[in-house]
């Protein structure tokens, strides 16, 4: 039978409910249980796809297509196993599915409501990974934070799941704030047991109660913690401030987390967990023998979750080559023809990042030309590659006016244009080219030897593709279509011969670097930057 785990927020948003809950499975993980992580997310949208960046950080895609919340980023370069739509569910797919049952008469007669309607569908999402499913264990985390009225519904579910699973078989984990006053000198418990209070008036009471903090917790503040909000004393654990976000899996270890919890799930320790593979990354991490800087150019740098994935994925190239990783966000609307060697000075690769729309467009065309002009490493992600072909159209072949019909419907020269399926695409939600879509890579390219195979698979999120009409050009002019989709032929990476590295994808493969697994193309691309500061 799966045993659950659900993780809520008290006191504050942003503790970092996705790191725990991702530590805390790395755990159970490591000593040989089969665990995933899915997340409930109290607001209306279906999913964050429609969503700004601004809004909401980075929309992370999983392999089955399913535009999801960045948390599922981390659950999968924490444990290494892939996510689905089933690991991410919004208060707005709930009411869609209990809506369109009403529609098909599945309740004919009743009156729907939150309880019991909204809160059974719920319920029922919050089993679909367990149900008969190879996972001994499944973590729940709930967005937003206990006393909003919108995770009310979802707080009610809790409990009342909790009540028909039976004793042993889940807990709630209450991650809380303990404040720092610097005024009194002191660590302050107070909002910790009003969150627990508020629980309890919901009716749950948690099991174990982690507690962030900037400073450690003394064995007296564990003891009043613990009498006030009915926990044991080794069920309060302490979460400390990290240096990077990979030290809170072995943080957690050290205050017995996964201990506590298979214990209170009455399930058996097993081995010890096995981290060697994570120490060493971390090792790895903290003593670089070398450093390197990129660029990484983007039009929501001014928000680093806007850009989460790329920058995980620095993380693991960097440790992967024992060098420190130093990423310079810059943002492309500021970047013109005067200024790019200055902003550009020092850096031994660049980056251009995913995006939609024409701000900041000519400022990531302009820091291609320089970059691929003066053989520094680069790398695009998906509108990167795109910006690029426009680049090599306008400056290379010549085709001044070359455009993307994204920024021109009427381009002249419409190097990339969308797709023949979007055309007829009227919806904005989840209808890009989503999920993972297989590419053939070319004897003999950079690609086929950075992969070291010949068939890949990666994930996707776009409408607009480079157009095959102007394919035999671009390569008798020396940019190759070195990944071509076997299907429908469009071109998922390009690459220029003569140049220290320059590779750019269609695809994504940031959502799929791990701390076990860190994406050859980011190791590469990390290894020639390297190279680059070498040679100055
Ligand atoms: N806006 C571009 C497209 O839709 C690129 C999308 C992206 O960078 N994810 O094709």
């Not at 504050?12 to 996705?18: A, E, H, I, P, V």
């Amino acid at each position: 039978m799966t045993k659950y785990i659900f993780v809520t927020g008290g006191v504050t948003s942003s503790l970092g409910k996705g790191i725990i809950s991702a530590s805390l499975a790395k755990l159970l993980q490591a000593r040989g249980y089969s665990v995933t992580i899915q997340k409930f997310d109290p607001y209306i949208n279906i999913d964050p796809g429609t969503l700004n960046p601004y809004e909401h950080g980075e929309c992370y895609v999983t392999e089955d297509g399913a535009e999801t919340d960045l948390d599922l980023g981390h659950y999968e370069r924490f444990l290494n196993v892939p996510t689905s739509q089933a690991n991410n569910i919004t208060t707005g797919r709930i009411y869609q599915n209990v809506i369109n049952k009403e529609r098909e008469g599945a309740y004919l007669g009743k009156t729907v409501q939150v309880v019991p309607h909204i809160t059974d569908e719920i319920k029922r999402n919050m089993q679909i990974l367990g149900e008969g499913s190879e996972f001994d264990i499944v973590i729940t985390e709930l967005g937003g934070t206990v006393g909003d009225i919108e995770s009310l519904p979802y707080i009610e579910a809790v409990r009342q799941l909790r009540w028909e699973l039976g004793s042993g078989n889940s807990l709630v984990i209450h991650l809380t704030l303990i404040p720092f006053l610097a005024a009194a000198g002191e660590l302050k418990t107070k909002p910790t047991q009003h969150s627990v209070k508020m629980l309890l008036e919901y009716g749950i009471q948690p099991d174990i109660l982690v507690c962030r903090t900037e400073h450690h917790l003394s064995q007296e503040i564990r003891k009043k913690i613990a009498l006030f909000c009915n926990v044991n004393i080794n069920a309060v654990i302490e979460s400390i401030d990290a240096s990077t976000i990979y030290d809170v899996p072995l943080l957690m270890l050290k205050e017995q987390l996964d201990k506590i919890v298979l214990t209170k799930l009455k399930l058996p320790l097993k081995s010890d967990p096995l981290l060697d593979k994570w120490k060493s990354f971390l090792g790895r991490l903290k003593n670089p023998t070398s450093e390197v800087k990129i660029g990484l150019v983007g039009k929501y740098v001014e928000l680093p979750d806007a850009y989460k994935s790329i920058t995980e994925s620095f993380i693991h190239a960097g440790a992967k080559n024992e060098c420190k990783v130093i990423v310079k966000c810059i943002q492309s609307e500021s970047i013109t023809s005067d200024n790019v060697a200055e902003k550009f000075k020092g850096l031994n690769g660049v980056l251009v990042a995913p995006g939609f729309g024409s701000r900041g467009i000519e400022g990531k065309i302009e820091a291609i030309q320089y970059v691929r002009e003066n053989d520094i490493p680069f790398f695009g992600i998906c509108l990167g590659m795109q910006c690029a072909v426009v680049e090599f159209a306008r400056n290379v072949l010549g085709l001044e006016d070359a455009q993307s019909t994204e920024m021109d419907e009427n381009a002249k020269n419409p190097v990339i244009s969308m797709m023949e399926d979007q055309k007829k695409i009227k919806n904005k939600g989840g209808t890009m080219r989503l999920g993972a879509y297989s590419c053939d890579l070319k004897k003999g390219s950079k690609a086929a030897a950075i992969y070291g195979k010949s068939h890949i698979s990666e994930r996707h999120r776009h409408r607009y593709e480079f157009n095959n009409s102007y394919l035999e050009q671009f390569e008798n002019a020396g940019m190759m279509a070195s990944g071509i989709n076997p299907e429908n032929n469009l071109v998922e990476i390009i690459e220029l011969k003569n140049h220290a590295f320059f590779v750019a994808g269609q695809f994504h493969p940031e959502l799929k670097s791990t701390v076990d697994n860190p994406h050859p193309l980011f190791v590469n691309f990390v290894a020639a930057s390297l190279t680059h500061s070498k040679k100055k």
